[in-house]
């Protein structure tokens, strides 16, 4: 008989892993709490790294589809100093495949596919080691029984605690995000300032960051230092209250560059946090975890890549290593914990050196992982 495998969370780790075990006729159950697909903004773009999200897609057998929808154009990084002075253009070559962009919605739709997943199901608890195998516990009182449950459900994961006591603990950054919707038509100046990728402005402590998604849409972020109640006098509903926090935090900032914030739409506060490195736990059986749920990290776009590799090499375990379901999972961890935690490190050193109080750290980062 096989097993009764669940996967709580439907992000691209969750859904990376059920499609992989999709493809070797292996059943999965997805849990996701949201009640639709379209339930709520999909949030930005990604970039799939060659050896880390765009493997597991092939392992997935969605690579070719991927590269289809994909926009290696979205590559290019121009960088500013904050008086609106170009310190770098990097632009892609035409053949350039090694990290091209893709929205989440789409990435979304493409690993879905023939999935069936549960909507709408919020899960509060998973209890493993009961006589009926690992008990997972839904916000509306019910309970079901799995043989084996993988947490892929985030940041503030329900299932982490099945295995680890730790929590996630703030960075000392925050960020708001804000958004430019037809940005060709109605914003053109900015338009040709973002360019077809992205473009960041580093000041001391503070940055501002704008990012082209696809049909005209453009993330922004604006991220700084300061104490996690920096807001505790402002209603972050009131989006003309935060717009005027912010350009005093960027006061004297190039017209051009502060255009991002006076066009920006509504605002989202999202105070960064991480998990400790390197974050472990003993082996539970039944039980394991994936992505931020196991090792979240600075979104410096590699934590979708591993949720993605790792949801796909944890189904491959299932379905083709061996046979004691135990040992491939422990396999999978070991090898999970030390990439991520090496990938921990960078991130966390990028992070320090993108919201520094010497700007030059920042352009020093990019010219050490991305040359000119």
Same mark, same amino acid.
């Given at each position: 008989?096989?097993?009764?495998?669940?996967?709580?969370?439907?992000?691209?780790?969750?859904?990376?892993?059920?499609?992989?075990?999709?493809?070797?006729?292996?059943?999965?159950?997805?849990?996701?709490?949201?009640?639709?697909?379209?339930?709520?903004?999909?949030?930005?773009?990604?970039?799939?790294?060659?050896?880390?999200?765009?493997?597991?897609?092939?392992?997935?057998?969605?690579?070719?589809?991927?590269?289809?929808?994909?926009?290696?154009?979205?590559?290019?990084?121009?960088?500013?100093?904050?008086?609106?002075?170009?310190?770098?253009? !990097? &632009?892609?070559?035409?053949?350039?495949?090694?990290?091209? @962009?893709?929205?989440?919605?789409?990435?979304?739709?493409?690993?879905?596919?023939?999935?069936?997943?549960?909507?709408?199901?919020?899960?509060?608890?998973?209890?493993?080691?009961?006589?009926?195998?690992?008990?997972?516990?839904?916000?509306?009182?019910?309970?079901?029984?799995?043989?084996?449950?993988?947490?892929?459900?985030?940041?503030?994961? &329900?299932?982490?605690?099945?295995?680890?006591?730790?929590?996630?603990?703030?960075?000392?950054?925050?960020?708001?995000?804000?958004?430019?919707?037809?940005?060709?038509?109605?914003?053109?100046?900015?338009? &040709?300032?973002?360019?077809?990728?992205?473009?960041?402005?580093?000041?001391?402590?503070?940055?501002?960051?704008?990012?082209?998604?696809?049909?005209?849409?453009?993330?922004?972020?604006?991220?700084?230092?300061?104490?996690?109640?920096?807001?505790?006098?402002?209603?972050?509903?009131?989006?003309?209250?935060? &717009?005027?926090?912010?350009?005093?935090?960027?006061?004297?900032?190039?017209?051009?560059?502060?255009?991002?914030?006076?066009?920006?739409?509504?605002?989202?506060?999202?105070?960064?946090?991480?998990?400790?490195?390197?974050?472990? !736990?003993?082996?539970?059986?039944?039980?394991?975890?994936?992505?931020?749920?196991?090792?979240?990290?600075?979104?410096?776009?590699?934590?979708?890549?591993?949720?993605?590799?790792?949801?796909?090499?944890?189904?491959?375990?299932?379905?083709?290593?061996?046979?004691?379901?135990?040992?491939?999972?422990?396999?999978?961890? @070991?090898?999970?914990w030390a990439r991520a935690g090496r990938w921990a490190k960078i991130t966390m050193a990028g992070l320090e050196r993108l919201v520094s109080p010497d700007p030059a750290q920042a352009l020093a980062h990019f010219e050490q992982v991305q040359p000119s």
């Amino acid at each position: 008989m096989r097993q009764r495998i669940a996967v709580v969370g439907g992000g691209p780790g969750g859904l990376t892993f059920a499609r992989v075990l999709h493809r070797h006729d292996h059943p999965v159950t997805i849990l996701e709490r949201d009640p639709a697909p379209d339930a709520r903004p999909p949030g930005g773009t990604l970039d799939l790294h060659k050896g880390l999200g765009q493997l597991a897609l092939d392992k997935a057998g969605l690579l070719a589809e991927f590269q289809a929808l994909s926009r290696p154009e979205g590559q290019a990084m121009r960088i500013l100093d904050p008086a609106g002075t170009v310190l770098r253009d !990097w &632009r892609p070559h035409p053949d350039d495949r090694a990290n091209p @962009e893709i929205d989440r919605g789409q990435l979304r739709d493409l690993l879905l596919g023939p999935l069936d997943v549960r909507w709408g199901q919020g899960v509060t608890r998973v209890v493993p080691g009961t006589r009926d195998g690992v008990l997972v516990h839904f916000a509306d009182g019910r309970q079901e029984a799995f043989d084996f449950v993988v947490g892929a459900d985030g940041a503030w994961s &329900r299932t982490r605690p099945a295995v680890s006591p730790v929590a996630p603990h703030y960075t000392g950054i925050t960020v708001v995000e804000t958004c430019l919707d037809d940005v060709d038509t109605r914003h053109p100046d900015l338009a &040709r300032l973002i360019g077809d990728g992205s473009v960041a402005v580093y000041g001391v402590n503070r940055t501002l960051v704008a990012q082209r998604n696809s049909g005209g849409h453009v993330k922004v972020y604006a991220r700084f230092r300061a104490p996690l109640d920096w807001h505790t006098n402002l209603d972050l509903a009131d989006a003309e209250a935060v &717009r005027s926090s912010l350009l005093t935090l960027f006061n004297g900032w190039a017209a051009p560059v502060l255009d991002l914030l006076h066009h920006g739409t509504a605002f989202v506060h999202r105070p960064l946090y991480v998990l400790p490195v390197p974050h472990t !736990w003993p082996h539970v059986s039944g039980v394991t975890l994936l992505g931020d749920a196991a090792h979240l990290m600075p979104p410096l776009g590699v934590g979708a890549n591993l949720a993605m590799l790792e949801g796909a090499e944890l189904a491959e375990s299932i379905a083709t290593g061996p046979a004691d379901l135990d040992e491939a999972v422990r396999a999978f961890e @070991e090898q999970m914990w030390a990439r991520a935690g090496r990938w921990a490190k960078i991130t966390m050193a990028g992070l320090e050196r993108l919201v520094s109080p010497d700007p030059a750290q920042a352009l020093a980062h990019f010219e050490q992982v991305q040359p000119s």
